[in-house]
């Protein structure tokens, strides 16, 4: 069946960098359009970034542009979210979506605090 499994997350100063990964399986992952969400108790999951299956073509949610990069392997089965110069209110729960078929990821806990 399908699978996401997220990893990467943990307790990072302001100003600092992380790297996720989401590693896919059950499904054919290069034709997919691949995302990552967050989420803060509370408030709802907000979108972060996509990726199409090629690699092609990104977007971004505006308050990560210029911050945070997603990227694929296509032979590794697996989606990434560089993030760099992070912030307090980047902290959340980040998730992995399989955007077409509303899949998700277990989530990764990302903390910012000095």
């Known amino acids: 069946q399908v699978q996401l499994v997220e990893s990467g997350g943990g307790l990072v100063q302001p100003g600092g960098s992380l790297k996720l990964s989401c590693v896919a399986s059950?499904?054919?992952?290069?034709?997919?359009?691949m995302s990552w969400y967050r989420e803060v108790p509370g408030k709802e999951r907000e979108f972060v970034a996509s990726?199409?299956?090629?690699?092609?073509?990104?977007n971004y949610a505006e308050s990560v542009k210029g911050r945070f990069t997603i990227s694929r392997n296509n032979v590794k089965n697996t989606v990434y979210l560089q993030m760099n110069s992070l912030r307090p209110e980047d902290t959340a729960v980040y998730y992995c979506?399989?955007?077409?078929?509303?899949?998700w990821g277990q989530g990764t806990q990302v903390t910012v605090s000095s």
């Open positions: 990726i199409s299956g090629t690699g092609g073509t990104t």
């Open positions: 979506k399989l955007q077409s078929r509303g899949i």
């Open positions: 059950g499904f054919t992952f290069g034709i997919y359009t």
